[in-house]
């Protein structure tokens, strides 16, 4: 069964730059996209970027030129980079397996960490 | 940017009853990149169906998906209490790639 487990800083000053990565057991690492997801305190999903196993990248455009995702695939990790972060980058912060063929689901997610940007 | 607007925000039901959530979409959406999604604080998000009306390994048969274009449905029969929940559509296509519903919260009545 395949498992998502992340981590990360959950306390961040304006200004710093939000990291968090994902580890995979069990299942393919290179089958798949793997994607970060974030949701805002009473506010709905948004989707924030996917990566594959090979670096290729698509990014919300929203986001775009603060967020930087990579691959370990030696260790089946990922990670999320997003760089100065402000009160509105305040959200849960998923991370999940992306079906990368036919449907573009996500079948697979993390619990979530909470990320909270606070002077 | 393809917006997806779910309804109603909440809905309140009895265990036992039927749930119909719709999601609209601000534009065609090929049926094969629409896909529902069953949120609970603290566990991991549950994929329930895809391509609109495939549903996903494991989900039980009281869950099912249909729609086209601009309007999908997701339909609960005989609601168990661990069905409620809040419920998410999500696309793919477009610039962003990936949209989520701004979701709907099913109550208990």
């Known amino acids: 069964q395949v498992q998502l487990q992340q981590w990360g800083a959950g306390l961040l000053k304006p200004s710093e730059t939000l990291s968090l990565t994902c580890i995979v057991y069990?299942?393919?690492?290179?089958?798949?996209?793997w994607s970060w997801i974030r949701q805002p305190p009473g506010k709905g999903l948004e989707w924030i970027g996917k990566i594959n196993h090979s670096g290729s990248t698509n990014y919300n455009p929203s986001l775009k030129s603060r967020v930087t995702l990579s691959v370990d695939t030696s260790k089946n990790q990922f990670s999320l980079k997003l760089s100065s972060v402000i009160a509105a980058d305040t959200a849960v912060y998923y991370c999940?397996?992306?079906?990368?063929?036919?449907?573009?689901?996500?079948?697979?997610w993390g619990k979530g960490t909470t990320v909270t940007v606070s002077s | 940017e393809i917006v997806l607007t779910q309804s109603p925000g909440t809905l309140s039901l009895s265990p036992g009853e039927r749930a119909t959530l719709s999601c609209r979409a601000s534009?065609?959406?090929?049926?094969?990149?629409l896909a529902w999604y069953q949120h609970k604080p603290g566990l991991a998000t549950r994929l329930l169906i895809f391509g609109a009306s495939r549903r996903a390994t494991g989900i039980p048969d009281r869950f099912s998906g249909s729609g086209s274009e601009t309007d999908f449905t997701l339909t609960i029969t005989r609601l168990e209490p661990e069905d409620f929940a809040v419920y998410y559509c999500q696309q793919y296509g477009g610039s962003p790639l990936i949209t989520f519903g701004q979701g709907t919260r099913l109550e208990i009545k």
């Open positions: 069990g299942g393919s690492f290179s089958g798949y996209y």
């Open positions: 534009q065609s959406v090929s049926s094969n990149y």
């Open positions: 999940a397996r992306t079906e990368p063929y036919s449907y573009y689901y996500m079948d697979v």
